[in-house]
């Protein structure tokens, strides 16, 4: 069995991921949770981050594996084509909004 020590891996030993785009929201803009099937540990959840983020308008993504939850906040609410482009570009699927 290997073992990822700092192998370029976003992902840390206990699962969780140290390198997400993601920030705690300031409590500004548009909050929407989003339904993403396919996750299973923090890699998926840096993965999705990393593609939401990127989208115009996106302040903070926070992605749970366990719940297959996505709560994106953004300065105005996004194109959910835009939002299932990019979690189809993480190589996971947009069920819908919770």
Do not use: F, W
């Amino acid at each position: 069995m290997t073992s990822q020590t700092n192998s370029g891996s976003c992902c840390s030993s206990d699962g969780s991921c140290g390198s997400a785009a993601a920030a705690d929201g300031q409590g500004v803009g548009v909050t929407t949770v989003y339904k993403v099937s396919g996750m299973t540990c923090g890699h998926c959840e840096g993965a999705v981050s990393k593609e939401i983020s990127a989208l115009d308008g996106v302040t903070a993504v926070k992605a749970v594996a366990a719940s297959g939850e996505v709560t994106v906040t953004s300065g105005a609410p996004l194109d959910e084509a835009a939002v299932r482009a990019a979690v189809d570009e993480a190589g996971y699927e947009l069920v819908g909004t919770v």
